[in-house]
C-alpha cells in the first residue's frame, strides 16, 4: 500500500542553523501539507501546497519557514533559522483531492530537536 | 475560532470492552470530521472520515458518529484489544483544507 514516507526521522540541530525537512507524498497525490505537534499538545496546521503554490498558511508558518517541491516527487519545509521553540515534531500528508472530500494520509513524521 | 475538544483524555480499559471516545467542535460549519489513531512516537493513521452529510462511518470493530448540528463526534470500539492501546486523534475540517486537531484520549486496552 503507498505511503508517505518523511527524512530523516530524527534530526539535531544548534539554534540558528537551517534543517530541510524532507517528505515523500504518495505518487498520485496532488494536495500536500505540513504539520508539527509540540510535545505533549495538539498537532497543529503550518501550511498547504497545491499546484505549486501554497494554498494556506497559518501564523505558526512566519518568515523563517518556506516549503518547495523541488522535482515530480520531493515535498520539503525549510527552516532558515532555527529556535529552540522548533523543536517538534513535524508530520507530512498528502491528499488526492482538496477540499475535505478526501482522506490526508500522513507520514511518520520528523523530530526536529533544537539545541 | 474553531476549538475541538476530546474527553477523556485518558481511558484504560480491560480487554473486550466496547468503548465510546467522544469529541466535540465548536463550531458546525465544518466540511469533515475524521478520527486517527497514533501509537507513541509514531504517524497518524487515518481510521474513519465523516462528510458533513453523513451520520456515521464502519470499518470493521469501529463505528464514528457526526451530530454536526450540536458539535459532536463518538469514536464506538467494540470488543476492545490490547492492540488498540493508543491515541485516537479527531480533526475537523472547515472551509480550507486544513484539519483542526483535538488533544487526543488515550487508551490503554490491558488483557
Known amino acids: 500500500e503507498p505511503e508517505v514516507t518523511q527524512t530523516p526521522s530524527h534530526q539535531v540541530t544548534q539554534m540558528g542553523q537551517e534543517v530541510i525537512l524532507r517528505c515523500v507524498p504518495i505518487?498520485?497525490?496532488?494536495?500536500f501539507y505540513w504539520y508539527r505537534q509540540i510535545l505533549g499538545q495538539k498537532v497543529e496546521f503550518l501550511v498547504s501546497?497545491?499546484?505549486?503554490?501554497?494554498?494556506?498558511k497559518s501564523e505558526i508558518f512566519d518568515d523563517q519557514f518556506s516549503v518547495e517541491r523541488p522535482d515530480g516527487s520531493n515535498f520539503t519545509l525549510k527552516i532558515r533559522s532555527t529556535k529552540l521553540e522548533d523543536s517538534a515534531m513535524y508530520f507530512c500528508?498528502?491528499?488526492?483531492?482538496?477540499?475535505?472530500?478526501?482522506?490526508?494520509?500522513f507520514g511518520p513524521g520528523t523530530r526536529l530537536t533544537v539545541l | 475560532k474553531q476549538e475541538v475538544t476530546q474527553i477523556p483524555a485518558a481511558l484504560s480499559v480491560p480487554e473486550g470492552e466496547n468503548l465510546v471516545l467522544n469529541c466535540s467542535f465548536t463550531d458546525s460549519a465544518i466540511y469533515n470530521l475524521q478520527w486517527f489513531r497514533q501509537d507513541p512516537g509514531k504517524g497518524l493513521t487515518s481510521l474513519l472520515l465523516i462528510q458533513s452529510s453523513q451520520r456515521e462511518q464502519t470499518s470493521g470493530r469501529l463505528n464514528a458518529s457526526l451530530d454536526k448540528s450540536s458539535g459532536r463526534s463518538t469514536l464506538y470500539i467494540a470488543a476492545s484489544q490490547p492492540g488498540d492501546s493508543a491515541t485516537y486523534l479527531c480533526a475537523v475540517m472547515e472551509n480550507t483544507d486544513k484539519l483542526i486537531f483535538g488533544t487526543g484520549t488515550r487508551l490503554q486496552v490491558f488483557p
Open positions: 501546497f497545491y499546484n505549486n503554490e501554497i494554498s494556506e
Open positions: 505518487s498520485n497525490h496532488l494536495y
Open positions: 500528508a498528502s491528499s488526492v483531492t482538496g477540499g475535505g472530500t478526501d482522506t490526508q494520509y
